[in-house]
């Protein structure tokens, strides 16, 4: 058995040691949320957080993950979170949606630790999510708005 701490929880998963985290938060908790992209680390759609840091899970063996706080989009929460949350929804910034939770997930990362980034800065922090509807304007545009929402300079209400 593998204990884990999964969205502030503590679980235990009987899985081989070399299984990839995105089939344990999928098939063994069903946290769906996570999407499989291309299994390679390239794509960003299986983006989790470790420890508040994003991190692959479709490369990551369950076993890498030791006592680290694994976060996925069904958990985020805080201020970054809710406010990406928000701008996303306003912004409308969805095509397909395949790749969202792994965008949210990055974006979040990026505003919990800086909260007013520049294009560069956005670009740099998102440059391992891949679009394949290509609504990177959107997403940045839908992040600058969460920046703001932070700010309290917009009148989006956060849930939450």
Not at 48 to 61: E, F, I, K, N, T
Not at 135 to 152: C, F, K, L
């Amino acid at each position: 058995m593998t204990a884990l701490n999964v969205n502030g929880k503590t679980v235990q998963v009987d899985v081989e040691p070399d299984t990839p985290l995105l089939w344990v938060l999928r098939d063994e908790l069903g946290h769906t949320g996570t999407k499989y992209g291309c299994g390679m680390a390239l794509c960003g759609a299986c983006t989790v957080w470790l420890d508040g840091q994003p991190a692959r899970a479709c490369s990551m063996p369950v076993s890498a993950v030791g006592k680290a706080k694994i976060t996925t989009i069904e958990g985020l929460n805080g201020k970054a979170g809710r406010a990406v949350q928000a701008a996303w929804r306003k912004l409308d910034v969805v095509q397909c949606g395949y790749c969202q939770s792994g965008q949210i997930m990055s974006a979040s990362a990026l505003l919990a630790k800086n909260a007013k980034p520049t294009d560069a800065d956005i670009d740099a922090a998102m440059a391992g999510n891949v679009c394949r509807c290509a609504t990177y304007h959107r997403i940045r545009a839908a992040i600058h708005e969460a920046s703001s929402i932070m700010a309290g300079k917009t009148s989006e209400k956060m849930e939450g």
